[in-house]
């Protein structure tokens, strides 16, 4: 295992390795005279061993003072030594208030009041940052605005949809279905008449003849039988099956994200 110390300014890309190792719970030192006490530094402490490193990185302030300007009156700083022109700093020591509140706490209220909804695609709950209380809030469902002229988003946080949905009758669309399988039933045996018919020419045992006795006995081809009256068949059977009854997906695009509600 190896232990390794380096250290930057703050806001400089370059490390300088300090030549020393460090252990837990033991101090040390470093810089050998060419560290500034009117500049922070950015000091990475890293252990590798066989298997992976890892890193640290711990910010040094400059000296503690009450208040310092910087040389050629271009910046100021409180609790610190004053590093950057144009700009008025705060030791990380320090707090800030304003209108007697911390300077964090009323930036927070100002943006977030209780029962702002934050939206990230990170886990870590908003009060490691603002500060105050929030609660996940929106789980699995997706946001709408609210309308007062719509009873569906008529009210703040009111609920309602589904991930999924059967359809009924009234909104399926209009369509037809195969004929199936279909049989008609019996009604009866029934009997017709030949009109003006005479039967001739045949033993009483035989074979006989049909002929027209009004046309003077000649064979009949395409004589009309008579009406023996209406009648009727039931149809049995069913159309052909069409669809399952099973839910549909009803969900709109979307990605995932979390959300939070302020509530204290």
Avoid at 106 to 120: C, H, L, N, T
Avoid at 171 to 191: C, V, W
Avoid at 216 to 241: C, L, P, Q, R
Wanted: glycine share 10%.
């Amino acid at each position: 295992m190896t232990r390794k110390t380096e250290y930057r300014k703050s806001g400089t890309a370059e490390w300088t390795n300090a030549n020393v190792s460090f252990s837990s719970g033991t101090a040390f030192t470093f810089g050998g005279g060419s560290i500034s006490t009117e500049t922070s530094y950015e000091i990475r402490y890293t252990i590798t061993d066989a298997f992976s490193s890892i890193s640290v990185v711990d910010v040094v302030s400059t000296a503690a003072v009450v208040m310092d300007f910087k040389s050629g009156g271009k910046g100021v700083a409180v609790g610190k030594v004053s590093e950057t022109d144009n700009c008025f700093e705060v030791s990380e020591k320090w707090d800030v208030k304003v209108y007697g509140k911390l300077l964090k706490k009323f930036i927070m209220e100002q943006m977030y009041p209780v029962g702002s909804i934050y939206m990230s695609v990170s886990s870590t709950n908003p009060s490691t940052y603002f500060g105050g209380t929030w609660t996940a809030w929106g789980t699995g469902r997706v946001p709408v605005g609210v309308n007062a002229n719509d009873t569906n988003f008529a009210t703040v946080e009111k609920t309602g949809g589904a991930a999924t949905v059967i359809l009924t009758t009234a909104q399926m669309p209009s369509h037809t279905h195969a004929k199936g399988t279909l049989a008609t039933n019996e009604t009866g045996s029934h009997t017709h008449n030949l009109k003006n018919q005479k039967t001739t020419w045949g033993a009483s045992s035989g074979n006989k003849v049909i002929i027209d006795a009004t046309s003077g006995y000649t064979a009949i081809t395409n004589k009309a039988t008579t009406s023996a009256g209406a009648h009727s068949h039931t149809i049995s059977g069913s159309t052909a099956s069409a669809g399952s009854g099973s839910a549909h997906n009803n969900l709109q695009p979307y990605i995932t994200c979390y959300m939070w509600k302020r509530t204290a």
